[in-house]
């Protein structure tokens, strides 16, 4: 398993969102780096993870609690966006005891829809006919605040980039590991570590009402909205995602 490592001190892990790699969370690996052991992992078959093997969400949360007890980086603060928060959610259920803080970045706990999961079928038709460019063409517009392919064109085709390059093999696997991972809405209320949830305001994939379900059942949690942001409120709004989780950390620490 690949995966980029900055900094000493308390450990932070981020898990990424699909259909993207660690190269998300450079913002992040960079700055909060100062005070923290940061481990940002490519999930199996994603970024430099080479992988053919199917995967489920759960058995991506596996693939990170292993990857971590090599490293010897347990307990950590477990940050995850979209999918890498659908991760997060199934290793806190997994190995609370390995846990000492959970970070919920545009994310939600309810499970797929029936039309939802329609949507991962016809996906996975589009990747298999025409290969990774057609879901990000399809996914692109949905990414990102409207405004933000203009006021910051930087940040969209870094974005671009990192979806054309996500191997079709891991999108097809991914689909079908999100179309069939559970409802985690019972477990919320067992989460027992102080979580923080940033949602951007901007966020048309997983809007602020799924953010504000988490912050109501998880006992411990505190929901901060990104201003400005869509769906990828770390590489859309770094510095207002940087000082929440900063603050957030300070607080543990
Ligand atoms: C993600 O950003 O990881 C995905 O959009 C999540 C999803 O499709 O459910």
Redesign the pocket.
Known sequence: MSYAEKGSGPVLVLLH??P?DSRMWQAQVSELSGRWQVIAPDHRGFGQSRSETPFTIESLADDAHALLRELKALPCVLAG????GYVALAYAKKYPTDLRGLILIDTKAEGDSPEGKEGRQKMIDSVRAEGSKAVADQ?MPKMLAEETPKARPHQAQALREIMDACPPKTIEHALLA?RDRPDRTADLPSIAVPTLILVGDRDR?TPLSNAQTMRDKIPNSQLTLIKGAG?MSPMEQPAQVNQAIGRFLGALA
Request: proline content about 0%; cysteine-free.
């Open positions: 969102g699909f993207l966006l979209s999918m890498g996914m999100m994939i769906h």
